[in-house]
């Protein structure tokens, strides 16, 4: 079945410097990656999806970026906040018949911005 | 907007006991989902249900049940609840289509004293 690992499982950055947490799946096949950050407490919420067909995706700071041969995607942050201070989630959806909507998550990134 | 509620915030309940978390979404999602999140091991899927009266088993499913029997609530059962079930519990749903995201409730941190 679809593995995905996640890294680096800590990051700290200073604040307007840029973030990059990086994750690889195993299953081909997998064809949407969405990206959630759970702040403290708080419940994981989508900030940014991507689907095979596209390579790369941006919304204002955020972008994800896909390669499907090296079977990896990133998250990107740039000029960070310290709002951003969150834990994230990768996830892959592998292609299984009559189970669309199934994902599978890495181990997370706790990301800290200091002002 | 997606609602998922989770019945409780904090649960404490002891050993042996059999427990009941209950996930109630509002948006008419075919696919529901419990997760378990312990620092360092991520989202692991205990069970999900693409259906109602289905469901399937996920990573790790040991010690626990679940049943659906209307589309729009999904229940996790500790059938004899265990010190090591001590958790952050998290319930999601998500349309059967592909490309769709899961949408997550605020979690229930159950301990297990």
């Known amino acids: 079945g679809e593995n995905v690992e996640q890294h680096p499982s800590t990051l700290s950055v200073q604040e307007g410097d840029s973030a990059v947490i990086k994750c690889t799946y195993s299953?081909?096949?997998?064809?949407?990656f969405p990206w959630y950050k759970q702040e403290l407490g708080k419940r994981p919420q989508l900030i940014i999806d991507?689907?095979?067909?596209?390579g790369e995706k941006k919304d204002q700071r955020i972008a994800v970026t896909l390669n499907k041969t090296a079977k990896h995607f990133s998250l990107h942050i740039t000029e960070t906040q310290p709002e951003d201070s969150a834990v994230y989630f990768c996830a892959a959806s592998p292609l299984i018949y009559n189970q669309g909507g199934k994902l599978i998550f890495g181990q997370g990134t706790e990301l800290s911005v200091k002002p | 907007d997606v609602k998922v509620t989770q019945s409780s915030r904090y649960l404490v309940k002891r050993t042996g006991e059999k427990v009941f978390l209950e996930c109630v979404q509002d948006?008419?999602?075919?696919?529901m989902f419990w997760y378990r999140q312990d620092p360092g091991l991520g989202l692991r899927l205990i069970y999900f249900?693409?259906?109602?009266?289905?469901?399937e088993k996920g990573d790790i499913p040991e010690g626990y049940s679940v049943s659906r029997e209307k589309k729009e609530r999904f229940s996790l059962i500790l059938e004899s609840a265990s010190t090591n079930q001590t958790s952050m519990y998290l319930c999601a749903s998500s349309l059967e289509t592909d490309y769709q995201p899961q949408h997550f409730g605020d979690g229930t941190r159950l301990s297990i004293l």
């Open positions: 249900s693409y259906d109602v009266k289905m469901k």
């Open positions: 948006m008419d999602h075919e696919n």
């Open positions: 991507i689907r095979s067909n596209v």
């Open positions: 299953d081909s096949a997998s064809n949407y």
